[in-house]
């Protein structure tokens, strides 16, 4: 038997991809509990886009608010270590509004941090608290996980480098 729940929201104004393009649609997550991920993901506000299931398959799909790429984790649908994906950056305008945002949602979200060395960004070793020295942009970070683990590293880009 099969189901199906598919939003009938629709799709955000992104023109077709061209000859040579490449658009990132999806990023799939592995996880253990795909009906605990569904709740996390979705109490984060993030919006559901299809719940299909046919026997031992299933694919949930969710996109953050304002975001062209979307997540998909499910039964049968990735073979990696639930909760061994880790810095999915997600870019926000007003890092401590964002944070803020996630924590009222029920997130576990890192202090606001820069990078004191290289690549700290990545890992806690060489973290230093607080905002960047260009007021954020660009070099002001936040994490969390989801329920398996999996890490998002929220980015502050408040305005783009030339080119973006």
Not at 129 to 144: E, L, P, R
């Amino acid at each position: 038997m099969s189901s199906a729940e598919v939003s009938d929201g629709s799709a955000t104004d992104a023109p077709p991809v061209k000859a040579g393009e490449f658009k990132l649609e999806v990023v799939v997550l592995p996880v253990t509990d795909v009906d605990r991920a569904k709740d996390f993901y979705e109490q984060l506000g993030w919006r559901l886009d299809a719940d299909v299931s046919n026997g031992a398959f299933r694919i949930v799909q969710l996109t953050p608010p304002g975001s062209g790429c979307s997540i998909q984790f499910g039964t049968g649908v990735s073979s990696a270590t639930p909760g061994s994906v880790s810095s999915v950056y997600l870019v926000v305008a007003d890092l401590e509004a964002a944070r803020a945002e996630l924590i009222a949602r029920g997130a576990d979200v890192s202090e606001v941090f820069h990078e004191g060395s290289p690549g700290a960004r990545f890992h806690t070793d060489g973290r230093a608290a607080g905002a960047g020295s260009d007021d954020g942009n660009y070099s002001s970070f936040a994490t969390f996980t989801d329920p398996d683990g999996n890490g998002w590293l929220l980015q502050e880009i408040a305005t783009r480098l030339p080119g973006r």
